[in-house]
């Protein structure tokens, strides 16, 4: 199975920008679907953005046109671009690997630990 580590989270005004990093190690990702999901306070998990093996994007409405997945097989690493940020971002971010609709579905079984995204307003 898959380890995933989170980075790149914090505290950031309205309109700024984040990138978080979800680093991969013990198998490389180019076999998995990757994928992003979060969870703010009294909320259930959701997703924000996935990516197939092959590089297609599917994004939540709510961060279409600000957020950007990317992966970097190379370097075993899966982004995600924050931009226009909203106080209703935040959110624990999560990285997720896996089949595609697990991914989707918030069903795979490899998780990383989340990080913590602040949005002030």
């Known amino acids: 199975q898959v380890q995933l580590v989170e980075s790149g989270g914090g505290l950031v005004q309205a309109g700024g920008s984040l990138r978080l990093s979800c680093a991969a190690s013990?198998?490389?990702?180019?076999?998995?679907?990757m994928g992003w999901h979060r969870q703010a306070p009294g909320k259930q998990r959701e997703l924000v953005a996935a990516?197939?093996?092959?590089?297609?994007?599917n994004y939540v409405d709510s961060v279409k046109g600000r957020f950007t997945i990317s992966r970097d097989n190379a370097k075993n690493t899966v982004y995600l671009q924050m931009n226009s940020l909203k106080p209703e971002d935040t959110a624990v971010y999560y990285c997720?690997?896996?089949?595609?609709?697990?991914?989707?579905?918030?069903?795979?079984?490899?998780w990383g630990q989340g990080t913590q995204v602040t949005v002030s307003s």
């Open positions: 013990g198998r490389t990702i180019t076999g998995y679907a």
């Open positions: 990516i197939t093996r092959a590089g297609t994007t």
């Open positions: 997720a690997a896996g089949l595609f609709s697990m991914v989707v579905a918030g069903t795979s079984g490899s």
